[in-house]
């Protein structure tokens, strides 16, 4: 199969970027909830956890349409 380097670079980079950028915020949150607990922002958190489960979803479905 023949694909060209940049059309690779830029699938896998806008394919990992949702995922990456939740991971970030989310562990983002939790050190500063273990630095200190009262600067965590409880909706981020949980935005960042739907946000992974939700891709988790996505990739599952569209793993087993095919």
């Known amino acids: 199969m ?3 380097l940049h059309h ?3 699938g896998t980079v806008l394919g990992m970027m949702p995922g990456m950028l939740a ?3 989310l562990g983002d949150q939790m050190t500063a ?3 200190d607990p ?3 922002n409880g909706w981020l ?3 960042a956890g739907v946000a992974l489960a939700g891709l988790a979803a996505f990739g599952h479905w569209w793993l087993r349409r095919k």
């Open 2 to 4: 023949r694909i060209r």
């Open 8 to 10: 690779f670079l830029i």
């Open 23 to 25: 991971t970030t915020v």
């Open 33 to 35: 909830a273990l630095a």
């Open 38 to 40: 009262t600067r965590v």
């Open 45 to 47: 958190i949980a935005l």
